[in-house]
């Protein structure tokens, strides 16, 4: 059932597990503090992101982990490939009105298509559990895969903006990008067609 205006705590993944064909995606804890930190130290991921410090140090994923408690509005994920972390993807609600999507991989598991299987799963989820009309999302103007990633999952260009990225110490041009709840479900209901 659709929830209308979600408040911080219902806007939780509520210790729900997505599953796609190769991933899961579940809440961190502070049990995976060790394994983000890992993953997330690279400066060839925090430069593409806004708010990832470089260097990312353990104490950044404790803050972080420790972030996701009641008061936490937003809707995050660890991906998860064998059982072992992967990266992350999740749905910032700073702006009730505006949901944005953000992921990131540890650089091994790039090229593999596991960005978009988690963005999709991810987006699922945040269309029929929360009464939203659009997602939106964005790309540095220098990356490429993801704004492939967010152009398989449907999201339309809508313009470029300048954003301020922690890790570079300055703005940054940045596409960004927005699915509408019609388009998602137009997607979701093409069916197949055969020929005869
Ligand atoms: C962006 C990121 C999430 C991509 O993860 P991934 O699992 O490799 O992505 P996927 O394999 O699902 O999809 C990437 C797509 O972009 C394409 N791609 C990759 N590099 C590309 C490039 N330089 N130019 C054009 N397309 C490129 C891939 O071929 C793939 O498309 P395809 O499936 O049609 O072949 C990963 O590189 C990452 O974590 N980067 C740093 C953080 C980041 O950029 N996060 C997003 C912030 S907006």
Same mark, same amino acid.
């Given at each position: 059932?659709?929830?209308?205006?979600?408040t911080?705590?219902?806007?939780?993944?509520?210790?729900?597990?997505?599953?796609?064909?190769?991933?899961?995606?579940?809440?961190?804890?502070?049990?995976?503090?060790?394994?983000?930190?890992?993953?997330?130290?690279?400066?060839?991921?925090?430069?593409?992101?806004?708010?990832?410090?470089?260097?990312?140090?353990p104490?950044h994923?404790?803050?972080?982990?420790?972030?996701?408690?009641?008061?936490?509005?937003?809707?995050?994920?660890?991906?998860?490939?064998? !059982?072992?972390?992967?990266?992350?993807v @999740?749905?910032? +609600?700073?702006?009730? #009105? %505006?949901?944005?999507?953000?992921?990131?991989?540890?650089?091994?598991?790039?090229?593999?298509?596991?960005?978009?299987?988690?963005?999709?799963?991810?987006?699922?989820?945040?269309?029929?559990e929360?009464?939203v009309e659009?997602?939106?999302s964005?790309?540095?103007?220098?990356?490429?895969?993801? !704004?492939?990633?967010?152009?398989?999952c @449907?999201?339309? +260009?809508?313009?470029? #903006? %300048?954003?301020?990225?922690?890790?570079?110490?300055?703005?940054?041009?940045?596409?960004?990008?927005?699915?509408?709840?019609?388009?998602?479900?137009?997607?979701?209901?093409?069916?197949?067609?055969?020929?005869?």
């Amino acid at each position: 059932m659709l929830q209308d205006i979600p408040t911080p705590t219902s806007r939780q993944s509520r210790g729900c597990v997505l599953e796609t064909e190769r991933l899961a995606l579940r809440r961190p804890t502070l049990a995976d503090v060790k394994a983000i930190a890992q993953l997330a130290n690279d400066r060839r991921i925090a430069e593409m992101t806004r708010r990832l410090p470089f260097p990312y140090l353990p104490d950044h994923a404790v803050e972080f982990v420790n972030s996701l408690g009641e008061a936490s509005g937003d809707t995050v994920f660890l991906i998860e490939l064998d !059982r072992q972390p992967v990266g992350m993807v @999740g749905v910032d +609600w700073r702006a009730p #009105e %505006l949901p944005e999507l953000g992921y990131w991989l540890g650089v091994e598991h790039w090229g593999q298509g596991f960005a978009t299987e988690a963005a999709r799963a991810v987006i699922d989820f945040t269309f029929e559990e929360f009464d939203v009309e659009h997602l939106i999302s964005g790309a540095r103007v220098a990356n490429p895969a993801s !704004r492939n990633i967010l152009e398989k999952c @449907g999201f339309q +260009w809508s313009g470029v #903006e %300048l954003h301020r990225f922690e890790a570079i110490g300055s703005s940054t041009p940045v596409d960004c990008f927005k699915l509408n709840r019609s388009v998602w479900s137009s997607l979701k209901n093409w069916g197949t067609s055969t020929r005869r």
